[in-house]
């Protein structure tokens, strides 16, 4: 089969989330490294970025990092978005990556109520001393009750403390944030009826009214930022305890949470799916970020399993090439204006010069070099 070029042109123009100008809409997806001892990302950790910078992503979204509030973290070797030796180290990867030509946003992370070791013994009762975590209602996945839900002042500290990430990101250079919203950590356990059964103004029986605790983040992060200062919303229907959750069962149940969050000052929705290509809801062949898109009117960023196997394909002139499977259903996405941007994660992990590579491929992108390159590029 020939695929021209052209093919993939969508993904290689300019685009716009909120004031940030984005050269072409390929995102590098946020993704954990347990590469930063202390929680200090070091030159290491700047090296890494600056790699896929000038491998052309246009956005890098970082690895999760903890915002400052106690039972956020759940590993110390992920960074910190607080403390002078960490902005330290983000100042550094930040200049990198724009002294490449590239634009990066941190992850702001609180895990709040999820799967832990020490909760191992506590799953099946609950234990009254048991004060480890943030959450609504102390479940730490389906029926499981571990611990009561937190008080008004926490979960008020909670979002005190996003808005302190955020001003710390912008303080470092950052070109934006992106909020994690998605998986089953802190604001999903608020959105999710399974961990949320709060009565009071934090929950309810609708996502609507359980969708509080993420648009409190967001105002709290667009105060202690700029009224310009780009905000990303990561959200998803599956959980890491439950790939098969939904938090919404049709666009008009899902609706109500995202046009909160929008009106709450996000500027581009971040649609995590495990594979971009399958629609969210019956009726429609959208996809998640599809539907962000139509509710909100504000950017999406699609992502899922794309150059997980490689596609072979035949250029005019170049021979057979290694292209990322599935990059030109995802361009083609694009192009019908479904979605805005098209995340990649672990392919960029395998291949700095992922994107470069599928702009321009010679011969020399061959498979071989390809699978090369997946043991070379790995730091
Ligand atoms: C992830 N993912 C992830 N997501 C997130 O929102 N914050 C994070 O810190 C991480 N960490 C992480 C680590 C690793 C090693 C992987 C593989 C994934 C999910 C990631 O952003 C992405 O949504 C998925 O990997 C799907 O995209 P790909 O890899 O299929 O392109």
């Given at each position: ?115 832990k ?26 029926g ?24 710390n ?35 309810g ?39 098969n ?49 139509a ?6 960023i699609?992502?899922?399993?794309i ?38 994660g ?34």
């Amino acid at each position: 089969m020939t695929v021209p070029a052209a093919t993939l042109d969508p993904l290689f123009t300019p685009a716009r989330i909120g004031t940030l100008e984005l050269a072409n809409r390929i995102v590098m997806a946020p993704m954990t490294r347990c590469f930063a001892p202390n929680g200090v990302p070091g030159a290491d950790v700047a090296r890494y970025y600056r790699r896929r910078a000038e491998g052309g992503v246009g956005l890098i979204v970082t690895e999760g990092a903890w915002i400052p509030h106690p039972g956020a973290a759940n590993d110390e070797r992920t960074p910190r978005l607080y403390g002078e030796d960490a902005l330290a180290g983000w100042r550094a990867v930040v200049r990198e990556v724009h002294a490449a030509g590239g634009k990066i946003m941190p992850q702001l992370w609180h895990v709040g109520l999820s799967p832990k070791p020490e909760l191992e013994n506590l799953y099946d009762k609950v234990d009254e001393n048991y004060d480890g975590a943030t959450s609504p209602s102390g479940y730490v996945t389906i029926g499981r009750k571990v611990t009561e839900g937190s008080s008004e002042a926490d979960i008020v500290a909670a979002i005190a403390a996003y808005a302190q990430a955020a001003a710390n990101a912008r303080a470092c250079g950052f070109d934006g944030i992106e909020i994690h919203g998605a998986h089953g950590y802190l604001p999903d356990q608020f959105f999710w009826h399974e961990t949320n059964h709060r009565r009071d103004h934090w929950g309810g029986p609708t996502l609507k009214e359980r969708a509080r605790f993420g648009v409190e983040v967001v105002r709290a992060c667009r105060a202690a930022t700029a009224p310009d200062f780009p905000i990303v919303f990561r959200f998803s229907q599956w959980k890491g305890q439950d790939y098969n959750a939904r938090l919404a069962q049709s666009p008009q149940e899902l609706a109500p949470l995202l046009e909160q969050l929008s009106e709450a000052g996000v500027d581009a929705f971040h649609a995590s799916q495990r594979r971009f290509w399958e629609p969210a809801f019956k009726g429609s062949p959208l996809n998640l970020a599809g539907w962000a898109r139509a509710l909100t009117g504000k950017p999406a960023i699609t992502v899922g399993s794309i150059g997980l196997t490689l596609a072979m394909e035949e250029t005019w002139d170049a021979g057979m090439v290694a292209r990322p499977a599935k990059l030109d259903a995802a361009a083609e996405m694009v192009a019908r204006g479904e979605v805005d941007f098209v995340a990649i994660g672990r392919a960029l992990i395998a291949d700095a010069e992922l994107v470069a590579k599928v702009r321009a491929p010679t011969t020399a992108d061959s498979i071989a070099a390809y699978e090369g390159s997946l043991l070379a590029n790995f730091v």
